[in-house]
Nanobody
């Protein structure tokens, strides 16, 4: 069984930072890819970034470049998302997803394994 557990969400003021974690079990990150997605109230799910556990290569959606950074620790089967200069528009449920592929893109349909999500709220 594959299980993904997100953590690190919470309430933060505009301009603040958060570091999200995605801990995987039953899944070998070194042989797969993990991506981050988010869904705000009343909006469709959007892809943020993905990283290859094998090569360490990563990809960001154009709208996410500059403020968000993805990284991974293969030994711990964990992927992180560092979020800086947060804005109220970043408020959403953030989820991670995994797949055994070299590069899966940001189409949610490519990811068979999903975490439950963690809430991020940016407000003063």
């Amino acid at each position: 069984q594959v299980q993904l557990v997100e953590s690190g969400g919470g309430l933060v003021q505009p301009g603040g930072s958060l570091r999200l974690s995605c801990a995987a079990s039953g899944f070998t990150l070194a042989r797969g890819t993990i991506g981050w997605f988010r869904q705000a109230p009343g909006k469709e799910r959007e892809g943020i970034s993905w990283i290859s556990g094998r090569a360490g290569t990563s990809y960001y959606a154009d709208s996410m470049k500059g403020r968000f950074t993805i990284s991974r620790d293969n030994a711990q089967n964990t992927v992180y998302l560092q979020m800086n200069s947060l804005k109220p528009e970043d408020t959403a449920v953030y989820s991670c997803a995994a797949v055994y592929a070299v590069a899966a893109g940001l189409n949610p349909r490519n990811y068979p394994y999903w975490g439950q999500g963690t809430q991020v709220t940016v407000s003063s």
